[in-house]
């Protein structure tokens, strides 16, 4: 079974420039999920879906912070303009559902470098 | 709210070594507990959960039980290999809403030969 594709792997940019995350999540996983891990923390939940409705964004910063999963499969996340604070891993993760206590699957990150 | 707190590291252990990671955690509710493990390079994957009160989750020599009373969920393992050498994060998911894992900020092990 392949796992959740994410890419690209590492990217740098400068600050005030915009950047793109692409996931690819476990076919037929229904709940995807972008986590932000900032260097020495545990991951931060940025935003859920379920199939392509956003379920909590209550933590994304939606100034600079957007993402999308069209048609309920692959999903984006981009950030525009970067602060030199949102260097961290991006985390994209699915599971076969959203319901408490169902394992999700992570992807390998994206890190991302803001100079 | 919900969160993890977790025992601060780095850890180092000689092989065959005792292992204890202690994790405690505040919610609401009756939450799931997990912990994640990231071997390096790779991405975080489940090494074992538990879902209720006394429940204890175990894989690949790891155990943990779920203490409601202690709201602990401490991890063990009896003799690590240097092939557990990682990070090792506890996690929490609230049953009665959304699957958002809170995670507590990591644990770094080596083990030394």
């Known amino acids: 079974e392949a796992g959740v594709a994410q890419s690209p792997r590492y990217k740098i940019i400068e600050k005030r420039q915009s950047v793109a995350f692409w996931c690819n999540p476990i076919?037929?996983?229904?709940?995807l999920y972008w986590y932000q891990q900032i260097l020495g923390q545990g991951p931060k939940l940025l935003i859920q879906?379920?199939?392509?409705?956003?379920?909590?964004d209550s933590q994304l910063p939606k100034d600079r912070f957007s993402a999308e999963r069209l048609k309920g499969v692959d999903s984006t996340l981009k950030i525009q303009p970067a602060k030199l604070e949102d260097s961290a891993v991006y985390l994209c993760?699915?599971?076969?559902?959203?319901?408490?206590?169902?394992?999700?699957?992570f992807g390998q990150g994206t890190r991302l470098t803001v100079v | 709210g919900n969160s993890v707190t977790q025992m601060e590291g780095p850890v180092t252990l000689s092989e065959e070594a005792f292992l204890t990671i202690n994790c405690t955690y505040t919610?609401?509710?009756?939450?799931?507990l997990f912990w994640y493990v990231q071997y390096p390079g790779e991405g975080l994957q489940l090494l074992l959960k538990?879902?209720?009160?006394?429940d204890k989750g175990s894989n690949k020599g790891f155990e943990a039980t779920y203490r409601k009373e202690t709201t602990s969920f401490h991890l063990e393992k009896g003799s690590v290999q240097v092939s557990d050498s990682a990070v090792y994060f506890c996690?929490?998911?609230?049953?009665?809403?959304?699957?958002?894992?809170?995670f507590g900020t990591g644990t770094r092990l080596t083990v030394i030969p």
């Open positions: 993760a699915s599971s076969l559902r959203g319901q408490g206590g169902t394992e999700a699957f």
């Open positions: 076919s037929g996983h229904a709940t």
């Open positions: 879906f379920q199939n392509n409705g956003v379920v909590d």
């Open positions: 919610a609401t509710g009756y939450p799931s």
């Open positions: 538990a879902t209720k009160a006394d």
């Open positions: 996690a929490l998911s609230d049953q009665t809403g959304a699957n958002n894992l809170f």
